[in-house]
């Protein structure tokens, strides 16, 4: 697919289908991750492949527990206690893979490295017909201390990008988007 084409039709799929997705395919996405630019060349990243749907959807009854007991030190998470509390609503939204993407201590801008390496990501997973979606719901539940042991995750790394990733079921419509504001100086 053309880079601008992919630019423009990439959306958030928040709707999947049940298949799950051939594990040489999500290699071969990481590794497209991974041509991303990083500070000082670090490469400070780590994937983390969950592909256990039970296992996500337990995750993500933990991830709305958290969420909702630490509302008060997230103001901006508010508009969403109805619908973290409602017990149907899974916030990988029943996606058969969650692909997170943990920053390791190393070079001067770990979280911003791998910030980079999910938008190439999300980009080759839509070029290969795949959709994803970011969940920054699940992240304060990855970097839980109880998860990153249970994982085998070390406690130093921090979760920074979170995407489930799937087979898309519907097209979702775009989003709009604001007119940028620019400064010609
Ligand atoms: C840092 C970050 C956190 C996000 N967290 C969530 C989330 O928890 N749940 C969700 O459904 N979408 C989440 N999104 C997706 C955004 O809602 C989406 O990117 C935005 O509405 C624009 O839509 P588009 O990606 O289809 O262009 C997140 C996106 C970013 C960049």
Request: one cysteine or more.
């Given at each position: 697919?053309?880079?601008?084409?992919?630019?423009?039709?990439?959306?958030?799929?928040?709707?999947?289908?049940?298949?799950?997705?051939?594990?040489?395919?999500?290699?071969?996405?990481?590794?497209?991750a991974?041509?991303?630019?990083?500070?000082?060349?670090?490469?400070?990243?780590?994937?983390?492949?969950?592909?256990?749907?039970?296992?996500?959807?337990?995750?993500?009854?933990?991830?709305?527990?958290?969420?909702?007991?630490?509302?008060?030190?997230?103001?901006?998470?508010?508009?969403?206690?109805?619908?973290?509390?409602?017990?149907?609503?899974?916030?990988?939204?029943?996606?058969?893979?969650?692909?997170?993407?943990?920053?390791?201590?190393?070079?001067?801008?770990?979280?911003?490295?791998?910030?980079?390496?999910?938008?190439n990501f999300m980009?080759?997973?839509?070029?290969?017909?795949?959709?994803?979606?970011?969940?920054?719901?699940?992240?304060?539940?990855?970097?839980?201390?109880?998860?990153?042991?249970?994982?085998?995750?070390?406690?130093?790394?921090?979760?920074?990008?979170?995407?489930?990733?799937?087979?898309?079921?519907?097209?979702?419509?775009?989003?709009?988007?604001?007119?940028?504001?620019?400064?010609?100086?």
């Amino acid at each position: 697919m053309d880079l601008i084409k992919a630019l423009e039709t990439r959306r958030s799929v928040r709707n999947y289908q049940k298949r799950g997705v051939d594990p040489e395919t999500i290699k071969k996405l990481i590794a497209l991750a991974t041509l991303a630019p990083s500070a000082m060349n670090a490469q400070p990243w780590a994937f983390v492949v969950i592909t256990d749907k039970s296992k996500l959807a337990a995750y993500s009854t933990r991830a709305k527990e958290l969420l909702l007991s630490s509302m008060d030190l997230h103001p901006l998470m508010e508009k969403y206690r109805v619908l973290l509390s409602r017990k149907a609503f899974n916030i990988f939204y029943n996606a058969p893979v969650l692909v997170a993407i943990y920053a390791k201590p190393e070079g001067p801008a770990p979280e911003d490295d791998t910030c980079l390496a999910a938008q190439n990501f999300m980009l080759a997973a839509h070029n290969e017909g795949l959709g994803t979606c970011w969940i920054g719901f699940s992240k304060e539940m990855l970097n839980s201390d109880e998860f990153k042991a249970e994982l085998g995750i070390p406690a130093e790394y921090t979760a920074a990008a979170p995407m489930i990733l799937g087979y898309p079921a519907t097209d979702p419509p775009a989003v709009q988007r604001k007119d940028p504001e620019i400064y010609y100086l």
